[in-house]
C-alpha cells in the first residue's frame, strides 16, 4: 500500500496530471459512494471543502498527501486514485480488482481476514465461481 513515506522527497510536490480527466472521475467517485458535497469529501479526507472545490474546478494541483486524503475519504485504494490522477502507470480490470481485495482484505480484523480466507476457498469450491 502507499503511504506518503513510500514518496519520500515527493510527500510536497504536487501531481501533474490532467486536471479536467480526475475531476470527472472525482466527481463521479463522490456520487458512487453516496459523498452529495465537496464539504463531505473534505471531512472524510481530512482536507478543506476548499481544496476539494480547487482540484473539481481544475485550479490546482493536488499535494500527494490530499490524494492519500481523498483515497481515504471515498474508501479507495490510494493507488486508485494515484492512478486516477495519472501519477501511477494504468493497470489492467483484473490487477485493479486484486488491488482493492487486498486494500478491504489489509483494513479487517484477524477474524474478518480468517473468514474472508474462508470464504474465497469456498468460492474456488464452487463449480459456479470458479474458472
Known sequence: MLSSTSYGFYDKM????????????????MKEKGILTQTELGLRAGISK?????????????LVETLEGI?????VPPEKVFREAG???????????????TYIFNRLT?????SA???????????????
Open 14 to 29: 504536487s501531481i501533474i496530471m490532467d486536471k479536467s480527466k480526475f475531476a470527472k472521475w472525482l466527481n463521479e467517485a
Open 50 to 62: 476548499q481544496s476539494v472545490s480547487n482540484i473539481i474546478n481544475g485550479q490546482s494541483d493536488p
Open 71 to 75: 483515497a481515504r475519504g471515498l474508501k
Open 87 to 101: 501519477a501511477l502507470t494504468p493497470i489492467s480490470p483484473d490487477d485493479e480488482k486484486l488491488e482493492e481485495i
Open 110 to 114: 484477524d477474524t474478518g481476514k480468517e
Open 117 to 131: 480466507l474462508r470464504f474465497f476457498k469456498f468460492l474456488l469450491n464452487d463449480p459456479e465461481m470458479s474458472k
